[in-house]
C-alpha cells in the first residue's frame, strides 16, 4: 500500500522524481561506447507523462538507445503510476498502467522507433495485502499484460526522515513483513512471478526475513538496495556503507533473491546534478558507485546480479551511454562469461525472458 505525504517545506532533491534537463545532459563529453558488441537488457526502464509535464515513451528512449552506441536488446518496464484508470474499483486501476505499457511495447515490437524489445516484459503494481482482490488485481494483470507480465512490485521505502521517506512511500514500516503480504508474495510465486523489493539500505534486513520466511519466491532488491545518504545519512558514508554491506552480507545468503543493480542517483546523492555544470564521465560515476556495485556481485555471484539504467529518473543526472559505460569499467575485471549474466543472462532468467 503506498500513500501520499506531504513535500517538506525545503525538500531535497535525492529521492524525489526530477525531470530531466536535455541542455545540460548535452555537456557531457561524449565519450565512445565500451565493449559495444556486449548484448544488454535493461531490466529497469519507466515509460510515462510525468506530472512535471516530461514525457518518457518509445520515441524518447529508442534516441537515448540509439545515441547510446550500445547494443540493447530488450528491457523491462517497470511501475511508475502512469496511466491509471480514471474509473473503476480502486484496486483495478493500476491495471491501466499494464495496458499502456503493452502499448509502449507493441511500438517498440513495430521497428518504426527502435529494434529493442522494449517492455518485453513488465513489472506492474498490486496492493499485495488485499487477499481476495489481490488476486482479482492479478488476474486483470495477466489478461491486459499479452503474455508480459514477469513481475510486481509494491514500495516498501519507509525512513523515519520524512525528507527521506519522500512524497511516495508505504505508509508504515516493515510493510514486508506483514503477513497479509506474505499470502500476496505466495499468490505470485504460483503464478510465477516476480517480487521486485523496494526499500531503503535500512530495511534490508526486512527483504532477508521475508526471503527466509517464502524460500519458492523469487525476490528481485532493487537499486542496489536503495542505500542513502541525503538529509539525516549525509556526512556518515562510511556507516552507511556498513550498515548496507551488514544488510547484503545477510542477502547473499538467500539463494532465492536477485538484486538490480544501479539506481544510486536519487538515494546515494553523492553527485549533487542540481550544482554540477555538467554531467559526471563514467570514470567519476564509477568511482562513487562502485563501493555500492562490486560487493553485490561478489557476495551474490554474477548469476544473481543484472545490470539497471533506472532510466528516465536517473537521466536527471547522466546520460544512458554514460551510465553502460559506468557499468562495463566497474565489471572489467569480469569474466566474458560474468559479463554476458550481468548484462542480460541473469535478467533474462529471472524475468523469463526469451
Known sequence: ???????????????????PNEEWLARAVPEPALEPELPIVDPHVHFWHHKSGYKYFIEEFARDASDSGHQIEATVFVECNAMYRAGGPEHLKCVGETEFAVGMAAMAASGKYTSTRAGAGIVAFADLTLGER???????????????????????????????????????PHLLLDPALGKGLDLLTSMGLAFDASIYHPQLPDVAALARAHPDANIVVIHSGSPVGHSSYAGKEAENHAVWLAGMKELAKCPNVSVKMGGLLMCLGNFDFTQAKAPPSSE???????????????????????????????????????????????????????????????????????
Open 1 to 19: 500500500m503506498s500513500v501520499s505525504t506531504p513535500a517538506p517545506p525545503h525538500p531535497s532533491v535525492f529521492g524525489q522524481t526530477q525531470r
Open 134 to 172: 489481490t488476486r482479482e488485481t492479478m488476474q486483470a494483470h495477466l489478461e491486459a499484460a499479452n503474455g508480459r507480465l514477469r513481475g510486481v512490485r509494491q514500495r516498501a521505502k519507509w525512513d523515519a526522515d520524512p525528507i527521506v521517506r519522500g512524497p511516495v512511500s508505504a505508509d508504515r
Open 284 to 354: 567519476l560515476l564509477a568511482r562513487l558507485w562502485q563501493p555500492y556495485i562490486e560487493p553485490c556481485i561478489e557476495l551474490l555471484g554474477a548469476h544473481r546480479c543484472m545490470v539497471s539504467s533506472n532510466f528516465p529518473v536517473d537521466k536527471a543526472g547522466v546520460t544512458y551511454n554514460t551510465m553502460w559505460n559506468m557499468f562495463k569499467r566497474i565489471t572489467a575485471g569480469c569474466s566474458a562469461d560474468e559479463k554476458k549474466l550481468i548484462f542480460g543472462g541473469t535478467a533474462k532468467r529471472v524475468y523469463r525472458l526469451d
